[in-house]
């Protein structure tokens, strides 16, 4: 089997080597990260993070029970103690539980596809487009009397498997991140953010110019509790999904009678307009060969004209569902996480709204949303959260996006805001939160605006 992007031989070599040091059945998962992260702070650089480094995971399976242990130490002597603790970590699993797991056995190996997910350049990881990136912010801000806060990133992993069962594979992918935040004096806030493949495509100036657009002058109006037609940008629609992506495509939840489609599949979830897959090779997102098990990725309808389609799995989760189930390469941690396996390249396919504006016009009053913040869920089944709307929140009043609105808390089902979407914008784009805790893994959803009924207020 031929891996998808054969980088530099030391990460594929690496983990082979390391995958020597395993009794019995395993896999050995290295990850080299390259990456930069600049954050600014009332139009100043205030902090630089410059990571280069590589981690080693090896995992054993013992009687369906799975240990595993990490280092960064490369040395024969690391490797051959990180591989006695995961052996023995598997082993002990395997007599506290006093019968086999039911984690199924490692997959065997598959071709994979090519993808066009790394830029050479930013591979370099060189500070010098993030520093113009931010010149350009500040002027911007300044230019409006505001202030500039935020985050930029970028980044290249490669990540190389070698299992028991034959997989040897290594993929490359890079991945770039701007936020801008603009502050006037009075703690009014606007953002605005871009995700891309490639450094080179962040424009400072035109995320600051799109952030400083929210910042309205004016007392912001106060909406009471109620239920209201809402406008809801990208960046608000993106959060929505990434966090059902948990709570209803997750097949080890499915699985065990706990997700939100649980007897729902094949039965309408959301309005006909919504299309909604996991698609790795999708143009606007980051792209990947193969998940934590080194299955292929490919892509997955998880909602097709409103019916529920598709859950995903790795392929512990597969064999608990049983009959014909499989792996579908979403698995998220070697041999599988603990939570179950998710879709990580999240689609929703766009309508024909020319943009905001358009999807504000047949709404007499109601909620332009830009972000929401602080989701959490209420009910994992109902698909209920809570949150609150954040830098940017305006009143919609006869057709117009029109007066600053203060921020509001909603609790509302994400699958019911998809049941009342009653228009697409045209022009998807990706959305993500960049939040990289431990190793880095930059994920996104490609989504459009969208309008829908009855958003549920609060407070």
Not at 168 to 177: L, Q
Not at 332 to 360: K, M, R, W, Y
Request: glycine share 12%.
């Amino acid at each position: 089997m031929s891996a998808v992007a054969r980088g530099p031989a030391s990460a594929g070599d690496l983990a082979a080597h390391a995958l020597g040091f395993l009794d019995g059945e395993g896999q050995a998962t290295v990850e080299r990260e390259r990456s930069l992260m600049l954050r600014f702070a009332r139009s100043a650089p205030t902090q630089a993070t410059e990571i280069d480094d590589a981690t080693v995971h090896l995992l054993a399976l013992r009687d369906g029970h799975a240990g595993g242990a990490t280092t960064n130490l490369t040395d024969d002597d690391s490797l051959r103690a990180t591989a006695r603790r995961a052996g023995a970590a598997a082993e002990a699993a395997a007599r506290a539980a006093g019968k086999p797991g039911d984690h199924p056995g490692l997959p065997r190996p598959a071709a994979y596809r090519g993808h066009d997910g790394y830029d050479l350049r930013t591979a370099r990881v060189d500070p010098a487009p993030g520093g113009a990136a931010l010149a350009a912010a500040f002027a911007v801000a300044a230019e409006r009397g505001l202030e500039a806060f935020g985050t930029w990133t970028s980044g290249a992993v490669e990540t190389a498997i070698a299992s028991s069962k034959g997989i040897h594979a290594v993929d490359r992918v890079t991945d770039a991140y701007m936020k801008v935040m603009c502050r006037d004096g009075r703690a009014r806030t606007g953002q605005a953010s871009q995700a891309a493949i490639a450094a080179g495509e962040l424009d400072g100036a035109a995320i600051a110019r799109t952030a400083a657009a929210k910042v309205a002058p004016g007392e912001p109006a106060v909406l009471p509790p109620g239920a209201y037609p809402v406008v809801l940008d990208a960046e608000a629609v993106g959060g929505l999904l990434e966090m059902l992506a948990g709570l209803a495509f997750n097949g080890l939840a499915q699985a065990e009678g706990r997700g939100a489609l649980e007897g729902r599949l094949g039965t309408r979830v959301a309005a006909p307009a919504i299309n909604l897959s996991d698609s790795p090779r999708y143009p606007r997102t980051w792209p990947r060969a193969f998940d934590f098990e080194g299955v292929p990725k490919a892509p997955i309808p998880l909602i097709q004209d409103g019916i529920a389609h598709r859950v995903v799995h790795d392929t512990r989760s597969a064999a608990v569902a049983g009959g014909d189930a499989r792996s579908t390469g979403h698995a998220i941690a070697p041999g599988g996480s603990a939570h179950g396996p998710l879709p990580t390249n999240l689609v929703l396919a766009g309508g024909g709204a020319a943009g905001v504006d358009e999807l504000a016009a047949p709404i007499e009053r109601g909620i332009y949303v830009t972000r929401l913040w602080y989701l959490n869920v209420v009910h994992p089944q109902q698909t209920l959260l809570t949150g609150t709307t954040r830098d940017g929140t305006f009143l919609i009043e006869d057709g117009r996006i029109s007066r600053p609105l203060r921020d509001v808390r909603f609790t509302d089902s994400v699958l019911r805001i998809l049941r009342a979407t009653e228009a697409l914008a045209a022009a998807p784009r990706l959305t993500s939160e960049a939040e990289y805790y431990g190793r880095r893994f930059a994920y996104g959803t490609v989504c459009p605006a969208l309008r829908a009924g009855g958003f549920r207020v609060t407070g």
